[in-house]
């Protein structure tokens, strides 16, 4: 029992290095396209921002006309959280794959582990960097600069950011199973907002966050080959030649 156990820790360490190699050979290659696919989405939400007053307002709204939505909210968010939602799925993908020895089920948990501690990190730099008020902050809507203060970290949502770190690459692999655990995830995202925490665009930022940390695990689980930076940057100029050919 315990050399199994440590065959699996070993196998889980190997699995994360492997991924971790491959996600930082993928950013190094398709660098370019990252910058330019993040500042392009993160400019899209920002121009939402005169919609997040209006959101909140519904909100509180239905707040008030369903008081049981706080506490499904509240429940949400508590399972939606790191150990409530990726430790397990880490933990049943990885039994599922030992169980039909199916090493691609045993990589995408370590993907989904991985991407939600980078999606997770990465929104907890950012809202520090960032200094948002959270809704329930008296204080005007704005970009305040660093902050350590935790009514200061709305901007984005880490619970958002670990649970779309975890349903995305496995609605990449295999949308059947995929489907319903980001439909979980949005409605942390949701749960969030209901309970006053964060606004639309912070969990719309989240979910890019994950979003660009699953394309590259996603295809690693695949065993998929990374092209090379050549390879990459031809493929990009010849699918803007075409578009240019077909307009």
Known sequence: MLAHCLHELTSIRRDTAEAFHYLTRWLGVFTAQVAIGLALSLGAIWMLNPWDELIMELAAEFRQAVPQATLIARWLSYLGDFLGFNAVLFVVLRLAGRAFRSQRLARLAVACLLCACLAGAAANLF?????????????????????????????????????????????????????????????????????????????????????????????????????????????????????????
Not at 140 to 149: I, K, N
Request: glycine letters at 6%; aromatic letters at 6%.
């Open 127 to 247: 809202r520090t960097l960032t200094g948002r008020p959270r809704p329930s902050t008296p204080l005007p809507d704005g970009l305040y600069g660093p902050s350590l203060h935790s009514s200061m970290h709305a901007l984005p949502s880490a619970h958002a950011a670990t649970a779309f770190g975890g349903a995305l690459p496995v609605m990449m692999i295999d949308p059947r199973i995929g489907a319903p655990l980001t439909v979980f995830a949005a409605s942390v995202g949701w749960s969030r907002m209901q309970l006053n925490r964060h606004h639309l665009t912070d969990v719309l930022v989240s979910f890019v966050l994950a979003l660009t940390f699953s394309l590259p695990l996603s295809k690693w689980a695949r065993q998929r080959a990374l092209p090379s930076r050549a390879t990459a940057s031809l493929t990009t100029h010849h699918e803007l030649a075409t578009t240019r050919h077909t307009l």
